[in-house]
């Protein structure tokens, strides 16, 4: 690697074993903060919470947005890579949790750092204004829209694009752009199912909401397969399950968390109504006392790749890449596409590579990248570690072809 690779690959290392959960990036915001201090941009913290927007104006010209999220997950680490996070802290219920940077936007802020860099070492290639948002609180789902409403475009300006990669479990250098609906809208649920408690040792004078909550479970794996039209797609997972405090003792409610992923608007409503229905029957049912809580806890929509923007972006990324493909729609969610839709702007985000290519040896088509990418760790395991090498560079390199690309000079 080179010198200013090797940079920035010690500041991923750095990132990552000290990871932060949404709205609480303050040691990563003051890194990126320094970083382009140092290189010339007018830099703004706190935007949003925790978020920081870094300006490289260069003359006349378009502005550019280009962003990073920087947010972590509670997760306890397990790759026993020796820059493995170590880090608990207490989450915004007050519990205590482990904290690991198991979706990738660890090195998602070091390859914009390095793209800001090499952006700004080279401002006789282009012109305009570049803007480096770095988000927080992507996991959260709110950290695009925390960062609008503090006043993002009013107080910067507004982008003709906005671009972005997010890395994934297929091979490193492999680059992956889909136009159109590219990754899935999501919306969390918190299903309360309410019981009557009672004596773990006479159950004939209570109303279970364990028993409650394992028919619901059961009965929501039923929706995509028997309720969605074969031609749509959805996921539908339980996340969570939250009843008791004893094993002699049968609570008085059980929690539910959902996690949904959909790409039209129409299957979107089509289940959720079916979850609902489901909570409601299976409380009715039971005998519950009264009908379940459901509440809406996150929801941000599809990203919506602009088939033009793509068109436009593509031929930057293909000079980074010798392989660029069409992964297709992705179930993964992305709140990025907010950031266009608030500007009117079109959104180009695409799928990096960052895993050992070794593994992949032979694979000729998408299904085959596909196929064993599903035997590797994927974003959320404990065991997600993109590979430094080339994923790196190729990110960083990816940026800064898609961003000159608008920066025309």
Partial sequence: MTASIDRWAEVYRDVHA?????????????IVESHLVSMGFEVTTGVGGTGVVGLCRNGPGPTVLVRADMDALPVLEATGLPYSSTQVTTDADGNQTAVMHACGHDLHVACLLGACERLAQSRDTWSGTLMAVFQPAEELGDGARAMIDDGLYAR?????????????????????????????????????????????????????????????????????????????????????????????????????????????????????????????????TAGAPRPPDIELAESFPAVINDEAACARTRPALQSVSPIVVDPGPVTGSEDVGLLASAAG???????????????????????????????????????????????????IEALTAAAQTWLQH
């Fill in 156 to 284: 910067f300006g507004k982008p003709v694009v906005v671009l972005g990669q997010h890395v994934a479990p297929i091979p490193a250098g492999v680059i992956g752009l889909h136009a159109g609906v590219a990754f899935a809208a999501a919306d969390s649920l918190k299903v309360t199912l309410h019981g009557q408690g009672a004596h773990g040792s006479r159950p004939e004078t209570s109303v279970d909401p364990i028993v409650m909550a394992a028919a619901t479970v059961l009965r929501v794996q039923t929706i995509v397969s028997r309720e969605v039209p074969a031609g749509e797609s959805a996921v539908v997972t339980i996340g969570t399950l939250h009843a008791g405090t004893a094993t002699n003792i049968i609570p008085d409610q059980a929690e539910l968390g959902f996690s949904i992923r959909t790409f039209s608007s129409d299957v979107r409503d089509q289940v959720l109504a079916a979850i609902e229905r489901i909570a409601r029957g299976e409380a009715a």
């Fill in 345 to 395: 702007a079109p959104c180009v985000y695409w799928l990096l590579g960052g895993a050992d290519p070794a593994g992949f040896a032979g694979a000729a088509t998408v299904g085959e990248i596909a196929a064993r990418s599903n035997d590797l760790p994927s974003n959320h395991s404990p065991l997600f570690a993109p590979v430094i090498e080339p994923t790196l560079p190729t990110g």
């Fill in 18 to 30: 000290h990871p932060e959960l949404g709205f609480a990036e303050t040691r990563t915001a003051g």
